[in-house]
């Protein structure tokens, strides 16, 4: 070895993040101690961030496969088939600790990771999304992270060009230590020109492209798999730093690439960088490996094998490229300007061999420790169920339209506009629907077609019933999808909880992940790509399980999509039933101060058909718009409808036998609003499939109204627009 | 008639760009890379949005500095007409074809949002698709769109008539409420001394689809067309 390195001691191993178990692991696989690199290498590979160890289990009962499924996990993103010879690839990723570290080059580079998980895949990117949970508002900390994480989104996804076009943003206590960074990526390929990581082909040379190699982000896979506490502000050096105008080049000349037939595999360096690409590339392929790392482009001098093995600078990509094919490759990335290096080849010795300056650095069996990387059964303790709340229990007091307006500035009610208009959210110029809606649609150019994308979850519900938390967040993706007229095709879910070792912890992933088995299965809805990050608690303190759903759906025709904003003299028709579910809702949590209660049941079955329904409205040209109801309850959607046209309407009370503030701010799930100039054709339609359906309102003039109560469109945009800038602006 | 659009390292709107230019024109314009020193012979020549080279220094600078943008200049010279959206209208104020420069927004951050313009002037080729003081909407999506120009500068741009549009309400009134970004005078875009070079922030080339944002930047496009027709091509 070429350098005198200290003993590795139970120490250091724990430095590293790995079990005593673990290491005696390490010591059977290699017949020997490893040298510190070695250590670095297995530190990485066995994380909880890259080996899912105490997910693992789980996650494999998930369904993953339909017909128009093309890859399922496993892959960089998930890939499925739309037609007309294309494929949608995409993927979430969750960027939490690095963000609340550094906020804004945390989720800058958690954009730039996705995005090349996407185009690796040989996907142009069409759009991002962003699910984001912040602290308490009343945190100190909460103003600074929220305009560092926005700022470093738009950043990035602004400069490389491809929009942003919708997400989601949470505010709860719960996350005060530990704030959620999911970042999205959608891209298209042709079904034929999708790029795999399986390494092939004994002698094919091993190829570097992209950034050069810096000293960031080491052991930042190994931070993402551990609990904060008071020195996780020491671990900065760990934070990653992006630059997005690398990056499109990068996309640029990676796809012209593609369209040459260069490319035996091809894989971005994510987590764990360079060791964790080559790792999976060769063990993919059955390959042994052999890289030199003084051919590595370096940033800096003086660094050391562990140092690049671990290295996790931003915008590099590791391919294999067919042999004779270096030239064509090399020219394409000259003209981009990026950094081109052979850095070794492939071999059929099953082995990673990694040298620098002739001496050999580490020496590694690939398919032990990346297939034989541990796996745990972690033991897990039900979530007790919690009772259902009687809404006549539940007392209100003053207007139920006062009560609207309060509602609409509370902080997860009002409106994100101050968020994305820091994004880009038409580049590219086949933004259909924009952000502020259900889920948003982006066109596929030079096709009539289009995707809906939307992502979701209900963390409170997930945390008093986290099965039927997990039902949710899958069926609001659904519904989103459904609302603007497109037909949901997958999912990929990105899974955010605390400390898996505490069993109460690993009984709320347990269930969310049974919660959304559930919800594919009945909804032919299957997951194709995910992410978990787990330890997202600070000193004993676990966030709010966030099991965020990235939803995608196709629209064979756009023209056809309709959005949030009804037209004048519409009437208003109501889809589902309404109990008047007050448990987990919103208005429990802001107007009586409550967050308890059991969480509205999902039914999947009559989830499936009312969605049927709203598509077979929307194609056939019966609705001018439709939103779906979900927090703040039926309400909250009317008005987000009213100022989303800029026109009101007058609302009749259907409460029936459920007290009214429960019929207004319920959370019953499954429900639709429609507009239609003909409410007739909507009973009727509604009727023939056995759901329940009700008039419940008119569309016009400038005010809703309730009961004889009123209150002017123009009140309630002051106070849903008005909450978050006004937050922010506060020094 | 025929358009080049000239496209740096970091330009992301040359899609959009192409697009519009395509509907109006009826075929495709040329795609010319920055490293190249000639020009096609076109008739209209756009440098579109992005963050050529990043940005990095300042926004437009380096792209300023590359070598097609000599070839641009002499086209300029010559009278061809150069567009340039967001990015390109920073690029062309800081190769000093555009009077004025662009400077941080004034609320600091970036700003993706459908406005409103007025047009000045409606005797360019750039603008007879519309009628003087006609009020159009189009999106604005940039973090430097803040035009400055110092006093003498300004009083010689406003009474030479080379305001191309300012930022205005529905209604066509203009205040710092309707301006995205902090501008002088509500300015959104200008003219050369000559009238051939037109850069604006706004994104007219997202807004050409009755759909998709609606058809505000429509007539600047069938405006060329129509201006350009004689032109042979």
């Given at each position: 070895m070429s350098e005198i390195t200290p003993p590795i001691t139970p120490s250091v191993v724990a430095e590293h993040g790995l079990s005593t178990e673990e290491y005696a692991k390490i010591l059977e696989i290699l017949g020997r101690a490893p040298n510190r690199t070695e250590l670095g290498v297995f530190s990485v590979m066995w994380s909880e961030h890259c080996s899912y160890k105490s997910s693992k289990k789980w996650l494999k009962t998930l369904p993953t496969s339909a017909p128009w499924v093309i890859c399922g996990p496993g892959e960089n993103a998930g890939v499925i088939d739309i037609g007309e010879g294309l494929a949608c690839i995409f993927k979430m990723e969750s960027h939490n600790h690095p963000s609340f570290i550094e906020p804004y080059q945390g989720a800058a580079t958690g954009v730039g990771g996705i995005l090349r998980d996407v185009f690796t895949m040989g996907a142009r990117p069409i759009a991002n999304m962003n699910a984001l949970r912040f602290g308490s508002p009343d945190n100190a900390k909460t103003k600074h992270l929220v305009a560092g994480v926005v700022a470093g989104i738009g950043g990035y996804g602004n400069c490389v060009g491809v929009p942003t076009v919708g997400g989601e943003c949470n505010f709860h206590a719960s996350y005060?230590?530990?704030?959620?960074?999911?970042?999205?990526?959608?891209?298209?390929?042709?079904?034929?020109?999708?790029?795999?990581?399986?390494?092939?082909?004994?002698?094919?040379?091993?190829?570097?492209?992209?950034?050069?190699?810096?000293?960031?982000?080491?052991?930042?896979?190994?931070?993402?798999?551990?609990?904060?506490?008071?020195?996780?502000?020491?671990?900065?050096?760990?934070?990653?730093v992006g630059d997005p105008f690398t990056e499109k080049l990068l996309i640029e000349a990676c796809l012209e690439l593609m369209a040459t037939d260069c490319i035996v595999a091809i894989q971005d360096m994510g987590a764990a960088g360079l060791t964790s690409s080559s790792f999976e590339m060769a063990s993919k392929g059955g390959m042994g490996v052999e890289l030199d790392l003084d051919q590595v482009p370096a940033r800096e001098s003086g660094m050391t094998a562990y140092e690049f093995l671990l290295s996790e600078s931003q915008e590099r990509m590791l391919m294999v490229l067919k042999p004779g094919s270096e030239d064509v490759a090399r020219a394409i990335f000259d003209k981009w300007e990026l950094d081109f290096a052979v850095i070794g080849h492939l071999t059929d010795s099953g082995r990673m061999v990694i040298k620098m300056k002739g001496a050999v650095e580490a020496d590694l069996p690939i398919d032990p420790l990346a297939l034989a990387s541990p796996e745990y059964d972690r033991p897990w303790e039900k979530t007790p169920t919690q009772g259902t709340i009687d809404p006549a229990s539940v007392p209100h007091s003053g207007g139920i339209l006062a009560t609207l307006q309060t509602l609409l500035a509370t902080p997860d009610l009002a409106s994100k506009r101050w968020i994305w208009e820091q994004y880009d959210h038409l580049v590219m110029g086949d933004t259909v629907i924009r952000p502020g809606g259900d889920?948003?649609?982006?066109?596929?150019?030079?096709?009539?077609?289009?995707?809906?994308?939307?992502?979701?979850?209900?963390?409170?519900?997930?945390?008093?019933?986290?099965?039927?938390?997990?039902?949710?967040?899958?069926?609001?993706?659904?519904?989103?999808?459904?609302?603007?007229?497109?037909?949901?095709?997958?999912?990929?879910?990105?899974?955010?909880?605390?400390?898996?070792?505490?069993?109460?912890?690993?009984?709320?992933?347990?269930?969310?992940?049974?919660?959304?088995?559930?919800?594919?299965?009945?909804?032919?809805?299957?997951?194709?790509?995910?992410?978990?990050?787990?330890?997202?608690?600070?000193?004993?303190?676990?966030?709010?399980?966030?099991?965020?759903?990235?939803?995608?759906?196709?629209?064979?025709?756009?023209?056809?999509?309709?959005?949030?904003a009804w037209r004048d003299g519409d009437s208003l028709v109501l889809l589902g039933a309404t109990k008047g579910h007050l448990g987990q809702s919103i208005y429990l949590r802001e107007i009586a101060g409550r967050e308890d209660g059991a969480p509205p049941p999902v039914d999947l079955a009559l989830e499936r058909i009312t969605g049927e329904l709203v598509r077979e409205l929307v194609a056939g040209g019966h609705v001018s718009a439709c939103h779906d109801i979900s927090d703040?309850?039926?309400?909250?959607?009317?008005?987000?409808?009213?100022?989303?046209?800029?026109?009101?309407?007058?609302?009749?009370?259907?409460?029936?036998?459920?007290?009214?503030?429960?019929w207004a701010f319920g959370e019953d799930q499954g429900r639709y609003i429609v507009a239609a100039s003909r409410a007739n054709t909507v009973l009727e339609l509604a009727a023939k499939r056995g759901i329940p359906a009700n008039l419940i309102g008119r569309t016009g003039g400038i005010l809703l109204t309730l009961k004889g109560e009123r209150v002017l469109l123009d009140d309630l945009r002051e106070s849903h627009e008005g909450w978050l800038p006004d937050y922010m602006a506060v020094a | 008639m025929t358009a080049a659009i000239v496209t740096f390292p970091g330009s992301n709107r040359e899609r959009d760009m192409v697009m519009a230019l395509t509907r109006a024109f009826g075929k495709a314009p040329a795609l010319v890379w920055h490293r190249d020193t000639e020009l096609p012979k076109v008739d209209l020549i756009v440098i579109p949005g992005g963050f050529a080279y990043g940005d990095y220094l300042r926004a437009g600078a380096m792209a300023a500095q590359s070598p097609i943008m000599r070839a641009v200049a002499d086209r300029a010279q010559q009278g061809v007409l150069v567009l340039g959206v967001c990015n390109g209208f920073q690029v062309l104020t800081e190769a000093r074809l555009l009077p004025g420069a662009l400077m941080r927004n004034a609320g600091l951050k970036f700003v993706c949002r459908e406005v409103h313009l007025r047009v000045e002037r409606a005797d360019t080729p750039f603008t007879q698709g519309y009628r003087k003081g006609e009020i159009f909407k189009c999106p604005v999506a940039h973090h430097d769109g803040n035009y400055f120009a110092d006093s003498e500068t300004l009083a010689r741009i406003e009474g030479e008539g080379q305001v191309a549009f300012r930022y205005c309400s529905p209604q066509g009134d203009l205040g710092a409420a309707?301006?995205?970004?902090?501008?002088?005078?509500?300015?959104?875009?200008?003219?050369?001394?000559?009238?051939?070079?037109?850069?604006?922030?706004?994104?007219?080339?997202?807004?050409?689809?009755?759909?998709?944002?609606?058809?505000?930047?429509?007539?600047?496009?069938?405006?060329?067309?129509?201006?350009?027709?004689?032109?042979?091509a």
């Amino acid at each position: 070895m070429s350098e005198i390195t200290p003993p590795i001691t139970p120490s250091v191993v724990a430095e590293h993040g790995l079990s005593t178990e673990e290491y005696a692991k390490i010591l059977e696989i290699l017949g020997r101690a490893p040298n510190r690199t070695e250590l670095g290498v297995f530190s990485v590979m066995w994380s909880e961030h890259c080996s899912y160890k105490s997910s693992k289990k789980w996650l494999k009962t998930l369904p993953t496969s339909a017909p128009w499924v093309i890859c399922g996990p496993g892959e960089n993103a998930g890939v499925i088939d739309i037609g007309e010879g294309l494929a949608c690839i995409f993927k979430m990723e969750s960027h939490n600790h690095p963000s609340f570290i550094e906020p804004y080059q945390g989720a800058a580079t958690g954009v730039g990771g996705i995005l090349r998980d996407v185009f690796t895949m040989g996907a142009r990117p069409i759009a991002n999304m962003n699910a984001l949970r912040f602290g308490s508002p009343d945190n100190a900390k909460t103003k600074h992270l929220v305009a560092g994480v926005v700022a470093g989104i738009g950043g990035y996804g602004n400069c490389v060009g491809v929009p942003t076009v919708g997400g989601e943003c949470n505010f709860h206590a719960s996350y005060d230590g530990n704030i959620l960074v999911n970042a999205m990526t959608v891209g298209i390929a042709a079904t034929d020109k999708i790029f795999y990581s399986a390494a092939a082909g004994i002698g094919n040379p091993v190829v570097y492209v992209g950034s050069k190699t810096g000293r960031d982000g080491i052991h930042g896979a190994t931070m993402a798999s551990a609990e904060f506490n008071a020195d996780s502000e020491e671990k900065r050096p760990t934070v990653q730093v992006g630059d997005p105008f690398t990056e499109k080049l990068l996309i640029e000349a990676c796809l012209e690439l593609m369209a040459t037939d260069c490319i035996v595999a091809i894989q971005d360096m994510g987590a764990a960088g360079l060791t964790s690409s080559s790792f999976e590339m060769a063990s993919k392929g059955g390959m042994g490996v052999e890289l030199d790392l003084d051919q590595v482009p370096a940033r800096e001098s003086g660094m050391t094998a562990y140092e690049f093995l671990l290295s996790e600078s931003q915008e590099r990509m590791l391919m294999v490229l067919k042999p004779g094919s270096e030239d064509v490759a090399r020219a394409i990335f000259d003209k981009w300007e990026l950094d081109f290096a052979v850095i070794g080849h492939l071999t059929d010795s099953g082995r990673m061999v990694i040298k620098m300056k002739g001496a050999v650095e580490a020496d590694l069996p690939i398919d032990p420790l990346a297939l034989a990387s541990p796996e745990y059964d972690r033991p897990w303790e039900k979530t007790p169920t919690q009772g259902t709340i009687d809404p006549a229990s539940v007392p209100h007091s003053g207007g139920i339209l006062a009560t609207l307006q309060t509602l609409l500035a509370t902080p997860d009610l009002a409106s994100k506009r101050w968020i994305w208009e820091q994004y880009d959210h038409l580049v590219m110029g086949d933004t259909v629907i924009r952000p502020g809606g259900d889920a948003a649609l982006v066109r596929v150019r030079d096709t009539k077609r289009a995707l809906a994308m939307t992502t979701d979850c209900t963390p409170r519900y997930c945390l008093a019933d986290p099965v039927m938390g997990g039902r949710q967040a899958v069926a609001e993706t659904w519904r989103n999808i459904c609302a603007v007229g497109a037909r949901p095709l997958a999912i990929t879910d990105n899974m955010n909880f605390g400390n898996p070792t505490n069993p109460r912890i690993m009984g709320q992933f347990v269930g969310a992940i049974e919660g959304i088995r559930e919800a594919c299965l009945a909804l032919d809805y299957p997951v194709v790509s995910g992410n978990v990050s787990l330890y997202n608690e600070t000193a004993g303190s676990a966030i709010l399980p966030t099991p965020a759903i990235g939803g995608v759906g196709l629209m064979d025709d756009y023209t056809k999509a309709v959005g949030v904003a009804w037209r004048d003299g519409d009437s208003l028709v109501l889809l589902g039933a309404t109990k008047g579910h007050l448990g987990q809702s919103i208005y429990l949590r802001e107007i009586a101060g409550r967050e308890d209660g059991a969480p509205p049941p999902v039914d999947l079955a009559l989830e499936r058909i009312t969605g049927e329904l709203v598509r077979e409205l929307v194609a056939g040209g019966h609705v001018s718009a439709c939103h779906d109801i979900s927090d703040g309850g039926l309400l909250v959607a009317l008005a987000e409808m009213a100022l989303a046209a800029n026109i009101g309407a007058d609302i009749m009370n259907k409460a029936g036998d459920v007290p009214l503030h429960a019929w207004a701010f319920g959370e019953d799930q499954g429900r639709y609003i429609v507009a239609a100039s003909r409410a007739n054709t909507v009973l009727e339609l509604a009727a023939k499939r056995g759901i329940p359906a009700n008039l419940i309102g008119r569309t016009g003039g400038i005010l809703l109204t309730l009961k004889g109560e009123r209150v002017l469109l123009d009140d309630l945009r002051e106070s849903h627009e008005g909450w978050l800038p006004d937050y922010m602006a506060v020094a | 008639m025929t358009a080049a659009i000239v496209t740096f390292p970091g330009s992301n709107r040359e899609r959009d760009m192409v697009m519009a230019l395509t509907r109006a024109f009826g075929k495709a314009p040329a795609l010319v890379w920055h490293r190249d020193t000639e020009l096609p012979k076109v008739d209209l020549i756009v440098i579109p949005g992005g963050f050529a080279y990043g940005d990095y220094l300042r926004a437009g600078a380096m792209a300023a500095q590359s070598p097609i943008m000599r070839a641009v200049a002499d086209r300029a010279q010559q009278g061809v007409l150069v567009l340039g959206v967001c990015n390109g209208f920073q690029v062309l104020t800081e190769a000093r074809l555009l009077p004025g420069a662009l400077m941080r927004n004034a609320g600091l951050k970036f700003v993706c949002r459908e406005v409103h313009l007025r047009v000045e002037r409606a005797d360019t080729p750039f603008t007879q698709g519309y009628r003087k003081g006609e009020i159009f909407k189009c999106p604005v999506a940039h973090h430097d769109g803040n035009y400055f120009a110092d006093s003498e500068t300004l009083a010689r741009i406003e009474g030479e008539g080379q305001v191309a549009f300012r930022y205005c309400s529905p209604q066509g009134d203009l205040g710092a409420a309707f301006t995205p970004n902090g501008s002088i005078n509500d300015i959104a875009g200008v003219y050369n001394d000559k009238g051939n070079v037109l850069g604006l922030m706004p994104h007219p080339e997202d807004a050409t689809e009755k759909l998709l944002g609606g058809l505000g930047g429509a007539p600047l496009f069938a405006g060329l067309a129509e201006a350009l027709a004689g032109a042979p091509a």
